[in-house]
């Protein structure tokens, strides 16, 4: 039932989920009360929808490199979240976090120490790579396009004489790299993923 709901609950708004347990049992074609057989409140099914987010999420292997292990999990998240965009300000906050989701973290943080990764290190890498990922994943799901033709609508409805005259610099940026054929926002989440992962290789060596 929680694969079920995160699945429905893909196109609710990043943050609230504002729902109710009649709407969500409408929503399934079952009963009230048929929900309440299987988890006994609002914040269990969140929890149950969170672990089915994590359970898509690829997890580092056993004797995998730190750096590969991190680009795929990330990366993997990101799309994750791009399917379940209402699962952004979720994902860390449950008090009762399911099994894939503890089976996730454990894969990850033993993937690190395996690496040579100190303790120390090992949190400031995982706290820096999902403000990173969930940073991320908050501005674009924010912005006012989903797409290159609605990004370049929101463009053209922008740009006049006096905004060239008064932004030349910001026009160039638009005209000469966003705009341009084949771009879109996501392209730049693996630049911005290798700058962090950069850093922390640097911290490794230090």
Known sequence: MAKIAAS????????PITWTIRALAAQLGVGAMSIYHYLPNKDR???????AVFAEI?????????????YRRTTSARQALRRHSW?????DSRAHPGPATLRHHDAVI???RANGFSIELTAHTFVVIDAYLYGFSVQAASLPFSDPDEMAAVADGMVSDAFAEDYPH??????DYSLR???????????G????????ERGLGS
Request: proline share 5%; with cysteine; net charge negative.
């Open 8 to 15: 429905d609950a893909a196109s609710s708004p990043v943050v």
């Open 170 to 175: 910001l026009l160039q940026l638009a005209r």
């Open 110 to 112: 033993g993937c690190l």
């Open 87 to 91: 699962a952004i300000g979720l994902m």
């Open 181 to 191: 054929a084949g771009y879109t926002f996501e392209d730049e989440f693996s630049f």
């Open 58 to 70: 690829e997890v580092p292997q056993a004797g995998e490199p730190w750096r590969a292990a991190l």
């Open 193 to 200: 993923l290798d700058l962090v992962l950069d850093g922390i």
């Open 45 to 51: 099914i969140l929890d149950a929808m969170v672990d």
